[in-house]
């Protein structure tokens, strides 16, 4: 459905699969009944070794779209269609907040606001 479970702000220079690898254990500590995470070919390294180590949960990493091929990557859309709504919130269309504190809270925001109007 697109909910978000667990947000977390970090600064720009650490990289997404680094960071990836806290969202994922965020995430699995407030609902262990997480039994897969999904990813896209740069989450292969770092993040697929990290998160191996969770019992009982597993990566499903998408392969690459070849050139000349257009496929639909499984799960994808729902990732990026999340992120678009969060880009209507007037607060994230730019880099406002001071604090990864007052920045989390305005992603929770955004989507409470957003998340009844698309049930």
């Known amino acids: ?64 779209i070849k050139p000349h091929a257009w496929e639909k990557l499984r799960w994808r859309w729902v990732v990026e269609r999340t992120l678009g709504w969060l880009n209507h919130s007037r607060r994230l269309s730019k880099d406002y907040e001071i604090t990864t504190d007052s920045a989390i809270a305005m992603v929770i925001i955004s989507h409470c606001h957003t998340l009844p109007k698309r049930l």
Request: contains cysteine; glycine residues 14%; aromatic residues 6%.
């Open 1 to 64: 459905m697109g909910n978000i479970l667990t947000v977390i702000v970090h600064a720009a220079n650490i990289h997404d699969t680094v960071s990836g690898v806290g969202v994922a254990k965020a995430a699995h500590g407030k609902y262990p009944s997480i039994q897969g995470f999904c990813g896209d070919m740069g989450y292969k390294g770092t993040f697929v070794t990290e998160i191996s180590k969770i019992p009982g949960v597993h990566v499903d990493i998408s392969e690459k």
